[in-house]
Nanobody, 124 residues
Framework: QVQLQESGGGSVQSGGSLRLSCAAS???????MAWFRQAPGKDRLGVAA???????IYADSVKGRFTISRDHAENTLYLQINSLKPEDTAMYYC???????????????????WGQGTQVTVSS
């Protein structure tokens, strides 16, 4: 059983940076892992993922500003967010799954394990 716990969210001004962390318990070494975000009243969308060999995948909307990484020794997934914009305001969720099949690593339905989320609020 995999459990995920996010941290690192907060309130920042536009242009600032944050690093989100997702600490995992249970084996996730060969898993796909991803970050999703959900703004109030909107769908939960994938922003970044790593595949089984830690190759990163990014949504077009965040390329160049978001960096996903995984520390296998710490069993932790990270998301570095730079040049924050008000439209980045959302609850950010970590997700994991052992396989994606033919789906997209950024697809919400591909993941069975989810954290509780960490809030990111960006003011202009």
């Amino acid at each position: 059983q995999v459990q995920l716990q996010e941290s690192g969210g907060g309130s920042v001004q536009s242009g600032g940076s944050l690093r989100l962390s997702c600490a995992a318990s249970g084996y996730t070494g060969g898993y796909y892992m991803a970050w999703f975000r959900q703004a109030p009243g909107k769908d939960r969308l994938g922003v970044a993922a790593v595949d089984k060999t830690d190759n990163p995948i990014y949504a077009d909307s965040v390329k160049g500003r978001f960096t996903i990484s995984r520390d296998h020794a710490e069993n932790t997934l990270y998301l570095q967010i730079n040049s924050l914009k008000p439209e980045d305001t959302a609850m950010y969720y970590c997700a994991a799954d052992s396989g994606i099949g033919v789906g997209s690593p950024l697809g919400r339905l591909e993941y069975n394990y989810w954290g509780q989320g960490t809030q990111v609020t960006v003011s202009s």
